[in-house]
Structures are given as structure tokens and as C-alpha cells.
């Protein structure tokens, strides 16, 4: 294994031209197509080709949200932090993560739920069109589809890809059925680089020439 | 699939016995086990059981770095944010990230160099034992090497897990050759959730009952 020389500014570049190769006869919907490569670049994990799953109109239901300066909330601190701001900016967008408001803990704790619940039922209050990003909690995501069927959110995506061994296969089944646009991994993987990665390509679409 | 009725406090655990289910024959070295099963818990990927390297003894010299009370420098302020806080207090230790540092813009600016390049060579002068985690940069990888050729830094501890198709894999080889600590994601995969994990198994290993 050598180096490759190449410039920092064409690593990306270089990086999507090697995904697009190891794809090989892979044909990627084109709407969706940008979104996968990302995620698979983010990871280096090719399970994402056939794991990520999108209800039909996902992806320009977003673009509308993100073009109508939409709130996009996340599970973690760390999905938050990875979601481009100038991108963000340039589209008059925010993102907020509610995990760590002392507000949040002290409902989580007087209800005996997790915070992640608590911080979708402060998501709920929001005004304007919100994009929910979950990288890490099922838990999140099974609070959403309780607030969905109660009529109190509409989200205007879903980002359903938390991690993990317990719950997680379940929650994301839950989501995709709950009416409401999504984006889900199927099955354990995810994360919140994998959250981030989806809210970049789709901002990525609209901010970059 | 159905819901798993588990209370949120048992969610790790029962995650960890899963891992260990599924792990079923294959037994790991006592040293790098925990270490390797919370990479397991961050990704539901597998392939980490055999893609993660740890160089002689690196576990022991990163717990004794630890106990010291070192800084542990990250190449994103996501893997940074990921860091436990409060283990990191109960050890008097801190966690810093150089990469949105004015400085460190100024100084990749002027030499053209990446900003993680120029984040390294801040943390070379940093007092006290470092340990490095790199979930991002193979640049800042091959800084680090080049780093220690010059005696300008010995680090504790590097974490090398950086993810992606360009050097890469390069930049992970170089510092198993360092000779240095490491423990280093073998391959493309990696990730700043995987520098984080890895950084709070050390933690939590010292710090959990």
C-alpha cells in the first residue's frame, strides 16, 4: 500500500470517484444516489447501499423543509456537531440538539423516561418545519411514531438510524410505519456520523454548485 | 420483531450480552476485550473484531497516561464531544480538539498544509503525556509520524481510526510502524464515534465499578 498524492481539496472527490468504481453495476436511484455515496463515505461500509431505505418523495420533501429554513433536531450532541453550519447558514436552517438542556433531564427523570423521549416531546413544540436526525436512541424514534399517531408532530422527515443491539431493528420498523417521510438503515447499524451524513448530502444538494 | 421491555439503564449491558452471543467462539485477549466489544456497541459491526490492532502493552501505557492526568487531543470535534466528561473529570484528565482553532486556519493557510496537520503540530507542544485519537485525518496520522521521526512528539497513545478511500489505509500502516503505542482500525473503516469509544472503554476502565 503507497500513498496517493493528491491535493486535500480532491480527496473527496477522489474518494466519491472510488465508491462510484466499487459499485460497479450497482445502479443507485438518482434522487437517492448522492445520499448512499455519502453515507458510504462516511463509513466505509458498503452495508449501506442496500440497508438505506426511503419512503417515496423523502428526499424532496426534505430539500422543501431545508428551503423553507427548517429546524433539524438531533438524539446527540455529536450528530448535531457533525452537520454542516455554512451549509446551514447559507439555507437560513438551524440544528438543535435538546439532549443535554437541563429542562430535558429533569422531565426524563419526573417521568421515569429517557431524555431522548423527552427531548422529542420538546421537539414536538417547535415551530415551523423540523427534519428529526436519530443516530443513537431507539427510544427517540419510538416516541416519534407516539407523537405522530397522537397528531401532536409532522415531521417533515425522519433520519431513523441509531445503532445498536436492543430495540433498534424495532424502532426503525416502527418509523416506517408511521406515515410520515423517513430515511431509515435498516437493521443494527447507523450512528451519529451516519445521522450527520444524511443531513450534509441533502444540504450538500441544495448549497453546493 | 417486537419490543425488547428493558428499562433504559439495562440497555448496555443487554447490548454487551449480545456481542458476547454472537461473538460465540472467538475469544479475545483480556486487555483489548472491553475495548473491543463498546466498538462492537458504537456500529453493530463485527468486522471490528478483527480489524482493530493494539500494539504490545499499548492498553496498559494508555491506562498509566491516563491515571496521570493527560489530554487526549482528537482530529474532530465530534470524536471530542463523544468523550465522557464526567470520567474524564474523575481523572483529572481533559480533552481538547485544535481543528476550529484560528491559529491552527491561520497556520495550514500559510503553509499549505491541512488544518489537521496543523492541529498535530499543536498538540506536539502540549505539556504532560498526550493521547491522540484520529477518527478523521490520514493527514494527521502521517504528521504524527513524522512527529515522532523528529523527536518532536511521543505520544502515550495513538488511537489511529480514520475512515475513508484516500491514504487511509497508508496513513493507519505508517503508524504501526512508528513505534509508538497504538491501537489502530486495520483497513478503511473507522470513524469519530470509533475514536470516542475507544477513548471511553479506556476510560470507563478506570472509572466503572
Redesign the interface.
Known amino acids: 500500500?503507497?500513498?496517493?498524492h493528491?491535493l486535500?481539496a480532491d480527496?473527496e472527490r477522489?474518494?466519491m470517484e472510488?465508491?462510484e468504481d466499487e459499485l460497479g453495476d450497482i445502479i443507485l436511484p438518482p434522487d437517492e444516489k448522492d445520499i448512499i455515496k455519502r453515507v458510504v463515505?462516511?463509513?466505509?461500509?458498503f452495508d449501506y447501499v442496500r440497508n438505506l431505505r426511503f419512503s417515496p418523495g423523502a428526499v424532496e420533501q426534505a430539500l422543501t423543509a431545508l428551503k423553507s429554513g427548517c429546524t433539524i433536531v438531533t438524539d446527540t450532541?455529536?450528530a448535531c456537531?457533525?452537520i454542516s453550519q455554512p451549509g446551514l447558514e447559507k439555507l437560513g436552517c438551524r440544528k438543535v440538539c435538546f439532549m443535554a438542556d437541563a429542562d430535558v433531564a429533569a422531565v426524563a427523570k419526573a417521568q421515569g423516561t429517557?431524555r431522548a423521549q423527552a427531548s422529542m416531546d420538546k421537539a414536538a413544540a417547535l415551530e415551523g418545519a423540523v427534519i428529526v436526525a436519530v443516530g443513537n436512541a431507539p427510544?427517540a424514534l419510538?416516541r416519534l411514531r407516539e407523537l405522530i399517531d397522537a397528531g401532536k408532530m409532522k415531521p417533515a422527515l425522519i433520519i431513523g438510524v441509531p445503532?445498536?443491539?436492543?430495540?433498534?431493528?424495532?424502532a426503525k420498523?416502527t418509523i416506517m410505519e408511521a406515515g410520515v417521510p423517513y430515511i431509515v438503515a435498516k437493521?443494527?447499524?447507523?450512528?451519529?456520523?451516519i445521522a450527520?451524513a444524511i443531513c450534509n448530502a441533502l444540504i450538500y444538494r441544495l448549497t453546493r454548485g
Chains 1, 2 share one sequence.
Not at 41 to 45: F, G, L, Q, V
Not at 163 to 170: E, I, L, R, T, W
Open positions: 500500500m503507497k500513498i496517493e493528491i486535500p480527496i477522489r474518494s472510488i465508491i463515505h462516511t463509513s466505509a461500509d450532541n455529536m456537531m457533525g429517557t427510544t419510538l445503532v445498536g443491539f436492543v430495540n433498534v431493528v424495532y420498523e437493521g443494527r447499524k447507523g450512528g451519529s456520523t450527520a
